[in-house]
């Protein structure tokens, strides 16, 4: 069976990593890379990309990308820095300021899972 990952990056940074060490490690396990795609900042279609500032932008986009690859065997995962996330985000975890042990953002992470829905994530 042909696996396939769809990888929802922040910055230019996470695109870099994705692109040149995460995808040729993956590829020698199987996994066939596709993206990396940059975060949305804007519910415009064509609108800048790039940053985890708006929590609802990027779950509109996450969800549309859920529904552009329906196969079972696609998988979607994030890089998504924890450094300055946006207020909605932290709040479906229930915390109202910054995180920075690794319980804490294993709770964001988390939250989340839980409020995309989508169990490929």
Partial sequence: MNKDLLIYCEGETEERLAARLIRNHLLQHGVCVAGPILAATSFEPCGQRGGFVNWD???????????????????????LDTYAMPKRVLELAGFSGPV????????????????????RF
């Fill in 57 to 79: 932008a990027i779950r509109f986009d996450l969800t549309t990308l859920f529904a552009k690859h329906p196969q079972p065997e696609f998988r979607f995962t994030t890089l």
């Fill in 100 to 119: 920075s042990t690794v319980a804490d953002i294993e709770a964001v992470e988390q939250a989340i899972e839980r409020d995309l829905g989508e169990p």
